[in-house]
């Protein structure tokens, strides 16, 4: 029997769900919010917040496990490693910031008192293409 065993399969293979599963998580954390079908979004709802306890917890096997669910890169500013300070020139105390830093460094602090629901999905109007649901999913 197949009981409480439900995916959001999105009519693709599992390696093709994993990667757009990580893409979309990944520019989830950089930006902030992004736009998205209606089934992407609440595709990637459990995924992100299991993503976002990771870095709650802050440890170092926690941040190997993120970096399996995200695609780590460069975002293009510094970010002081002690403070959390985002800069746009390097000194002495900062180092490139990564989708990987910002997540512990930054967002983990941000939800540290938050026991869950850290991201939420808006409804917008459908695309004018081909009429799917589109969503907005950001980090509350």
Known sequence: MRHQTKKH??????DQRKALLRSLATE??????IITTMARAKALKPYAEHVISLAKKGDLNSRR??????????IGDFINLQTGEINAVKDDKSAPQTVL???FIVIGKQYSSRQGG???????PPRRGDASEMALIQLV
């Open 9 to 14: 399969q999105l009519g693709k293979a599992q």
């Open 101 to 103: 830093r910002k997540l």
């Open 65 to 74: 496990v993120a970096g399996r669910y995200i695609f780590d890169k460069e």
């Open 118 to 124: 850290f991201t939420r999905i808006f409804r917008l």
């Open 28 to 33: 989830l954390f950089v930006h902030g919010e």
